[in-house]
Every structure is written in structure tokens, then in C-alpha cells.
Nanobody, 128 residues
């Protein structure tokens, strides 16, 4: 069974940067789409998670909801990183990585409910 551990959150000033990491174990990254989602305060459950970015483990196709953010696979092919630049207070949220059993970003990267495996979440707080 796939296991995801996300890390790298923290507190930053507006305009700062952070790099999140999602370590993947228990399965092959090649067979899944990894997505990063965020859940703002007051939003509940998986439905309340907004897609940030996705990457296909098989062909590297990506989707980015915001040009300030960049998703990439780590060289060892067992982790996915999310670089967040020019952070704003409205980016404050718990960020989750998740995996969907699909090779197509287009098929799954529009709905958190299509992702079956989730990390525990990492909090980003951006102050003005």
C-alpha cells in the first residue's frame, strides 16, 4: 500500500519561498499521479481541499494551478517536491500530497476525491 509523508511547511513572510517534499513508499511512483492540495482554515474534509499542482509519475506531465509554484520529481524517483515562491498570506493552509492510481494528470487533477492515498499534511503560514 502506498504511503506518503509530506514535509517542509513552516512560517514565512510575504514574498518568501518554501519547498515541500512528498516521500512515496510502498509502491511505484511510475504508476500514479501525485498531487499537491491545500486546505484553508474553515474548509473541512477532502472536498475542502483545493488542487495546487499535479505530476504524472510515468511521463512527468504536470499541472500547475499557479505560476508561482513548481512541481517536480526528485532524482531518486521516490519523492515529489513542490517549490512555492512569492508566497502571499492567502496561501496560508495545510498542504497535502496525495496519490491517484492513474497515469493521466488530465483525468484526475481536478478533484481531490479521485485521490486515494494522502499524506498527513504540512502547515504553511504566510504573514504580511
Amino acid at each position: 500500500q502506498l504511503q506518503l509523508v509530506d514535509s517542509g511547511g513552516g512560517s514565512v513572510q510575504q514574498g518568501g519561498s518554501l519547498r515541500l517534499s512528498c516521500a512515496v513508499s510502498g509502491g511505484y511512483l511510475h504508476y500514479v499521479v501525485i498531487g499537491w492540495f491545500r486546505q484553508a482554515p474553515g474548509k473541512d474534509g477532502v472536498k475542502g481541499r483545493e488542487v495546487v499542482s499535479c505530476i504524472s509519475g510515468s511521463d512527468g506531465t504536470t499541472y500547475n494551478g499557479d505560476s508561482r509554484f513548481t512541481i517536480s520529481k526528485a532524482n531518486a524517483n521516490d519523492a515529489v517536491n513542490l517549490q512555492l515562491n512569492s508566497l502571499k498570506p492567502e496561501d496560508t493552509a495545510v498542504y497535502y500530497c496525495a496519490a491517484a492510481k492513474s497515469r493521466s494528470v488530465q483525468d484526475v487533477c481536478d478533484n481531490a476525491l479521485k485521490f486515494s492515498f494522502w499524506g498527513q499534511g504540512t502547515l504553511i503560514t504566510v504573514s504580511s
